[in-house]
């Protein structure tokens, strides 16, 4: 199928690599005419963990006014790995996950130890320029004072081809004290960053003109060329807009229309009173005229579903139709369940030419208000002029019989999977992943599972001979090993790592509802220690996780084998913060005919492995089950516990689902390096199950 993909990844890669310029906006009319009839379509259109949305629409250059050219849209990533992801769509209704900005190690290495969850990677802005595609974003470190500059590593990638990795550039850095710059190009060339001042220093929209090669400032004294050098202005930021004021303005992009700068940003904060303002300006300095009815999009004092609706950006598609992208979280105004964050939102936007609009103006509001982007207020169901569908698109070059894509799901059966595969692109860790913790390996011998053998019927204690001696060396399958971490997924103190990082793996929960189920094999040996599970995973002080561990019987008195003092558990526990609800630890003794594994000699020294399926499910909007089962039995499964997701609904990212293996601080110092039980994923299933919108 490598020939065919290839053909398919070339042909999808075409229009973007070899794209003209995007259009010169200020002679973009808008023809209102030439809008292809509404569709329907849903929101959000990246679900799951993407605040923060910045897209563009680069133009096939293909002779065919047409095409309908290819959306490209970048969302925040903070501490998650690999950074940044990128999604692309030729129709604005499927898109697909084509590659993150931040992918190597090398190109950012304090990502490995930001401090915080609210740290890490902030709110990127994308653009294609002259055939470069930009992002421009900011690797907060939010332990450190606001005054300190080097809370704000703000940072310049470059790429040709954002469809390969390894395009895009190591970051060119800039100093500013403050973060969500958006780079603008004038209508000369000339490049500019804007961005938002550190708004608890002072709250302010800046400006400065910069040399996006190098991150250095560019003096204003172009127009003074004649005066000598010390008259020359020192290259500086300046304000041109404090918003309406609302809280924290930020998150600003400025587009060129008509004559006009329209300068777009985010106010309120992030929550419920998150909103879009704009002003406009005839110089790109300023001075900027608000709206004169702002805020021009937002959701706040309404009972949406979708509520903080805000960070929006703007773009034309090939039809000349105007969209915008915003944040947004499922949480209603009670705004108390909504694991999944802040996701990306699509929104129409009528943009009439002020021109044509004044034409018809009888009086002064209207030409106050004439040339003005008019938003679609954000639900769950929308229309709008959607370009044609084209469901064809699939930049996808690896094989994709194991999984499809992002959005659909996962069933990975890792049993079959080549040592040289690499993981889906949606997969996900928290910091960048010690090397080697994460391999395709072949299971060990005595970790075989055997299902044509009949499971055991007799308790493992009144072990011998008859137990099911596992040897299935004939089929080696494949697993997904995970090297133990010593620190687990609360870490060092819910906010640091420190070098050597958290072993886990996750995906987006993408879905309200869904099952996500893990089959692993594992041998927890080291009480206390030696633990494995599957886990919704926000923060490190936000998550919620039901795996193996070997703990003491505290409750079962008396048994045959009442000499060994511990068993394998399954436990259910979480961590979070503020008023959630969080239930208490539950732990159950694995029953003796879950042990489908191992030889008779194992279960003398109690070192049988277990291969058993571990599953969180969303049955409805608040709460998740946590289930165990032996694998070969799903009619044994187990619900130990159940959990309100407001545990896990909080801050500024959003919940992931993924495998754990750790040492709780003993044993390995480091990663599996120096021993700790690895665990081996035999299957990954995450299955959508429903998605609620209002
Ligand atoms: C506007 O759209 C109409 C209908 O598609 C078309 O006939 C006309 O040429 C378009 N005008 C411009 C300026 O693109
Ligand atoms: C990380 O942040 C916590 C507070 O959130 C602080 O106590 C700790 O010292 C920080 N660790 C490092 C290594 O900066
Ligand atoms: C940023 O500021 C530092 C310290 O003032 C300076 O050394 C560095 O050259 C500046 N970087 C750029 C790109 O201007
Ligand atoms: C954009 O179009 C305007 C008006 O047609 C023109 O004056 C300007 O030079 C163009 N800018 C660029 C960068 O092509
Ligand atoms: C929502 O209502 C509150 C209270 O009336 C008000 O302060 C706030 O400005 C409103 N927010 C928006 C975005 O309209
Ligand atoms: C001005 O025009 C707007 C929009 O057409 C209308 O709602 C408003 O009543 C008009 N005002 C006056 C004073 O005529
Ligand atoms: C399995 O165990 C149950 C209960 O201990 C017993 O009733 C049953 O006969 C056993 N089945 C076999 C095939 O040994
Ligand atoms: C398992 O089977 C292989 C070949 O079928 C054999 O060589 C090996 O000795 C067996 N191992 C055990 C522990 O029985
Ligand atoms: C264990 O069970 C035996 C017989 O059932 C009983 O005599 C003994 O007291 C029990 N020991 C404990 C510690 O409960
Ligand atoms: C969701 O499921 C939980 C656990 O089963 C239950 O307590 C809660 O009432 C359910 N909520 C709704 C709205 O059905
Ligand atoms: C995580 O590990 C630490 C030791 O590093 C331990 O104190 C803590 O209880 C563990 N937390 C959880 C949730 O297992
Ligand atoms: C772990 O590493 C530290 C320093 O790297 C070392 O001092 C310590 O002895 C190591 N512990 C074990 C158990 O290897």
Sequence with gaps: MTALSTIARLLALL?????????????????????????????????????????????????????????????????????????????????????????????????????????????????????????????????????????????????????????????????????????????????????SYAWQLQPGIQLAEIDLDTGELVSDDSDDSDDDD???????????????????????????????????????????????????????????????????????????????????????????????????????????????????????????????????????????????????????????????VDKEFDPDDDDSDDYTRELSGDDIDFAKWHASRRLPPHFTYWRPPVEGAYEIVPLPADMVANPAKPKSNTTWHSAGSSHPVTNNSATTPNALRLLPST?????????????????????????????????????????????????????????LDIGLVRLEDTTVKNLTFSERPSWIFVRFQGITTGTATLPKPVSMVVPAQWHTLGTAEQFRNDAAPLHVTLQIQAANATHYSFSAWPTLAESEMRTIAWANNDAVSWGFTGALLGVYCTTNGGGANGTGTNGGAPVYINRWQYTPLGQFRN
């Design 15 to 195: 229009p973007a690599v070899v794209a003209v310029n995007v259009p010169n906006t200020t002679s973009l009319v808008q023809n209102s005419t030439s809008s292809t009839s509404p569709a329907t379509f849903t929101n959000p259109i990246l679900p799951g963990f993407h605040p923060d949305p910045s897209c563009i629409h680069v133009a096939d250059d293909d002779g065919n006014s047409n095409s309908p050219g290819t959306f490209f849209c970048v969302s925040s990533s903070f501490s998650a790995f690999p950074g940044l992801p990128i999604h692309a769509s030729r129709d604005l209704q499927h898109w697909s996950l084509i590659g993150h900005v931040v992918n190597r190690r090398s190109q950012l290495p304090a990502l490995v130890e930001t401090n915080r969850s609210t740290s890490g990677l902030w709110a990127p802005t994308l653009r294609y320029h002259g055939g470069t595609f930009y992002v421009v974003t900011t690797l907060v470190n939010d332990e450190r004072p606001q005054t300190d500059v080097s809370r704000w590593d703000n940072l310049i990638f470059q790429a040709d081809d954002p469809y390969d990795a390894s395009s895009w550039t190591n970051p060119t850095r800039f100093n500013f004290t403050g973060y969500d710059p958006s780079p603008f190009w004038d209508d000369d060339g000339r490049a500019y960053i804007v961005a």
């Design 230 to 388: 010390s008259k020359a202005t020192a290259p500086s930021w300046s304000t041109i807009w404090t918003g309406t004021g609302g809280l924290a303005p930020e998150g600003p992009h400025i587009y060129r229309k008509d004559g006009w700068y329209y300068l777009l940003i985010a106010e309120g904060g992030t929550g419920l009173n998150h909103m879009v303002t704009m002003a406009r300006s005839k110089t790109l300095k300023g001075p900027y005229t608000p709206h004169p009815n702002n805020p021009v999009l937002t959701n706040a004092n309404t009972t949406e579903y979708f509520q903080t609706v805000g960070h929006a950006d703007l773009f034309s598609d090939a039809s000349g139709n105007w969209w915008a992208v915003a944040l947004a979280t499922r949480s209603g105004p009670g705004y108390t369940n909504y694991p999944m964050g802040r996701e990306t939102v699509l929104t129409p936007v009528e943009w009439p030419s002020p021109s044509l609009e004044h034409a018809s103006s009888t009086n002064g509001t209207d030409a106050l208000l004439s040339g003005w982007p008019r938003f679609a207020p954000v639900r769950g169901a929308m229309s709008g002029p959607l370009p044609p």
């Design 487 to 543: 620190l687990n997924l609360t870490g060092l103190d819910g906010n640091y790592a420190g070098q050597k990082g958290q072993t886990f793996v996750g995906r987006r929960q993408q879905h309200t509802l869904f099952t996500f189920r893990v089959d692993l094999t594992f041998q927890p040996t080291a009480l206390h220690e030696d633990e494995a599970g599957i886990s919704v995973f926000l923060t490190q002080n936000h998550h």
